[in-house]
C-alpha cells in the first residue's frame, strides 16, 4: 500500500495477522434485556475492552508495525482528541518508538493524562483557534517522524477493519446474517474498516454510520454522494467525534459500499450510556454509546432485524459518567 490508496480486504487480513499477538479480540455478546426493547436480535461488539480502552489501538498498532525498523528511532507524531492519542501512544511504547500527541486543551483529562501514562510527549492546543493537523505535521517535519493520521490512513483503516472481520467470523459461526452492522464515525476510518471487512461475508448487509446530532458530516455526505462538512456550532459531550468532514479515504469506500448514516443527540447517548451501565454492565464513552443510542431511539429500521453494534470506547471522566448515569436513572 501507499499512503494514498485504498485498502482491500487482502489489506485487513494482513493487518489481522498483525494485531493477533497483540490486540484483545474482544467477543460479541447479546442482551435479552436490549432484544426486548429494541425488537432486534442485536449483537454488541465490546470494544470499550480493547487495549487503551477503544478500538484506535487496532490501527494505530498495524500503522506503526509499518514503519521500517530503522526509522523507528525518530519516532511518530499524532493528533487526536484521546483515543486515537492513547492508541498510538501504547502501540509507540510496545515497539519502543518516541511518541509525541497533540491533543486539544478541552479534551478529557483522563485521556490526556492517560496518554501521558504510555509514556508519550503531550501538546495541547486551542481547537477553536489553532490547526492541530499544522501543529502535528511541523512537528513531524522537524523530528523527521512518522506521521499517524487518525483515520485517513489505509494502514489505519486496514486495522480498523479487523473489528468488521471479527465480528463477520463470529456471527458466520454461529450460522447468522446480520441485516444490519453500525458503529461512531467521527473521520470514518472504524465503518470503512468494518464495512471491507463484513461486505466481503455478507455482501447484502446494511452499514450504517452513527453521529452525534448536528455533527452529521457522514450522514450528510452520504446522502449527497460527495463529501460535506458538518453545521455544528459548539460541543457534544461525544468528544471523539467532532471531526468537521469525513475523510477522503473513508468516504471513498463509505460511499462505495452503500453505507447510510443517522445521528443521535447527547440526551439519547446520556440514556444509552446509562443503560450500557445498569443492564450491559459495561463502561461506555459517549461517542462509544452514539450507534446503541441511535439504535435504542428508533434511528434504524432494525425491528424484526439482526443488528451488530459497535461499542467503541469507554474512556470517560468520572463526573462525567456519574452525572450522566443519576441524569437518566
Request: charged share 25%; proline share 5%.
Amino acid at each position: 500500500m501507499t499512503e494514498s490508496s485504498l485498502p482491500t480486504i487482502a489489506d485487513v487480513d494482513a493487518a489481522a495477522r498483525v494485531l493477533a499477538p497483540v490486540a484483545v479480540r474482544t467477543r460479541l455478546i447479546s442482551s435479552p434485556a436490549l432484544d426486548a426493547v429494541t425488537g432486534a436480535r442485536v449483537f454488541l461488539k465490546p470494544e470499550v475492552l480493547q487495549r487503551t480502552g477503544s478500538f484506535k489501538f487496532r490501527g494505530a498498532y498495524n500503522k506503526l508495525a509499518s514503519v521500517r525498523p530503522e526509522a523507528r528511532n525518530a519516532g511518530v507524531v499524532a493528533f487526536s482528541s484521546g483515543n486515537h492519542a492513547q492508541g498510538v501512544a501504547a502501540a509507540a511504547q510496545m515497539l519502543k518508538m518516541p511518541a509525541t500527541i497533540v491533543m486539544p486543551s478541552d479534551a478529557p483529562v483522563s485521556k490526556i493524562e492517560r496518554t501521558k501514562g504510555y509514556g508519550a510527549e503531550v501538546v495541547l492546543y486551542d481547537r477553536d483557534k489553532e490547526d492541530r493537523d499544522q501543529i502535528a505535521r511541523g512537528i513531524a517535519t522537524k523530528r523527521g517522524a512518522a506521521l499517524v493520521p487518525p483515520f485517513d490512513d489505509p494502514w489505519v483503516i486496514a486495522g480498523q477493519g479487523t473489528v468488521g472481520r471479527e465480528i463477520a467470523e463470529d456471527l458466520a459461526a454461529l450460522g447468522i446474517v446480520p441485516d444490519i452492522v453500525s458503529a461512531p464515525a467521527s473521520g470514518g476510518g472504524l465503518m470503512a474498516g468494518i464495512g471491507l471487512a463484513t461486505k466481503a461475508k455478507f455482501a447484502d448487509v446494511q452499514l450504517i454510520t452513527s453521529e452525534p446530532a448536528g455533527f452529521d458530516d457522514h450522514e450528510r455526505s452520504l446522502r449527497a454522494g460527495h463529501r460535506e462538512p458538518h453545521r455544528a456550532e459548539g460541543r457534544t459531550i461525544c468528544d471523539a467525534l467532532m471531526a468537521s468532514i469525513p475523510g477522503e479515504l473513508t468516504f471513498a469506500i463509505n460511499h462505495t459500499l452503500g453505507a447510510r448514516g443517522v445521528t443521535a443527540t447527547d440526551d439519547e447517548v446520556g440514556r444509552a450510556i446509562a443503560f450500557a451501565f445498569r443492564e450491559l454492565k459495561l463502561v461506555v464513552e459517549p461517542g462509544g454509546a452514539v450507534a446503541l443510542a441511535a439504535l435504542l431511539a428508533g434511528r434504524m429500521d432494525a425491528k424484526g432485524k439482526t443488528v451488530a453494534i459497535v461499542l467503541s470506547g469507554g474512556n470517560i471522566d468520572a463526573d462525567l459518567y456519574a452525572r450522566l448515569i443519576q441524569e437518566n436513572p
